[in-house]
């Protein structure tokens, strides 16, 4: 009794010691975005001598970066939308449904993980181009539908082969299609497995600065990661304001995964077990 006590005070101690590593560069990262610039290279580590939202307010009224904001958002929640929608009607289709190409029909799309996707650049750059997306919001969210549909693939059609069989059975019985079926009895049972892809997809399509780097040159179209390249000047840099950009950008993923955060961990160790 007594070691084991010992045993669960280490863990206590090893897991509030890890939470602190982790969130310090997060706290720094605040607590510079209100110093000026002097402060932040005399005082590091300090506590603001006196808190000042100036980086704030030249973030937005100079930098105009509510649009930037407003690009994210509008590119993260189509692409998550999509992304959801279809993933989880290919993996219905893959894991309920039994026909001649079920396994083959499934290894393509795992194909879509093994073969990285930058390296078709250069036919990617020309088939946007002549779909006439260039300059627009939809090359950027195709293009992450696409990139991401193997791995939702994987996890909701992981995760159907779990549910069983009879709650489709009763509802085939009492009338439902294999609509009604899904929309009504399946989806609302896999929120955890939904909820662990959405949480994936939204921090790589957040952060993403390759391909709107790429198809995205009209300045009011550009995402957050590229509006934040103004902040790096050829000879300084704002490190105040950079500071305030980067704090504002990471207040989405870290109230996102707050609040899927019970989901995320469901579907990582259903999957990991089932």
Do not use: H
């Not at 690009?71 to 929608?85: G, M, R």
């Amino acid at each position: 009794m007594r070691l084991r006590v010992m045993k669960r005070s280490v863990l206590y101690v090893l897991a509030v010691g890890y939470a602190i590593v982790s969130l310090f560069p997060l706290l720094l990262m605040l607590i510079s975005s209100f110093k000026p610039n002097v402060e932040i290279f005399t005082k590091p580590l300090a506590w603001p001598s006196k808190f000042s939202v100036v980086s704030y307010d030249k973030l937005f009224v100079e930098l105009n970066y509510s649009k930037y904001i407003f690009n994210s958002a509008f590119v993260s929640v189509a692409t998550l939308v999509i992304l959801v929608v279809c993933s989880v009607m290919v993996s219905f289709y893959i894991a309920r449904f039994r026909f001649k190409w079920n396994g083959l029909l499934f290894f393509y799309f795992l194909l879509g993980m093994m073969l990285p996707i930058k390296l078709g650049l250069v036919p990617l750059f020309l088939l946007v181009r002549d779909l006439g997306l260039i300059n627009s919001y939809w090359s950027i969210i195709l293009i992450q539908v696409g990139a991401g549909l193997p791995m939702a693939a994987l996890i909701l059609s992981g995760f159907f082969r779990t549910l069983p069989s009879e709650l489709e059975e009763a509802g085939r019985m009492d009338g439902c299609s294999s609509g009604g079926l899904l929309l009504r009895i399946l989806v609302p049972l896999m929120k955890p497995a939904i909820g662990t892809v959405v949480i994936i997809n939204f921090i790589g399509v957040w952060n993403d600065f390759f391909f709107p780097m790429i198809f995205i040159q009209d300045e009011a179209k550009k995402t957050i990661p590229l509006g934040m390249l103004q902040l790096f000047g050829e000879f300084t840099t704002d490190w105040s304001v950079l500071f305030a950009g980067l704090t504002l950008s990471s207040l989405p993923m870290i109230i996102i995964f707050a609040l899927a955060s019970r989901q995320f961990m469901d579907g990582l160790t259903a999957g990991a077990v089932k």
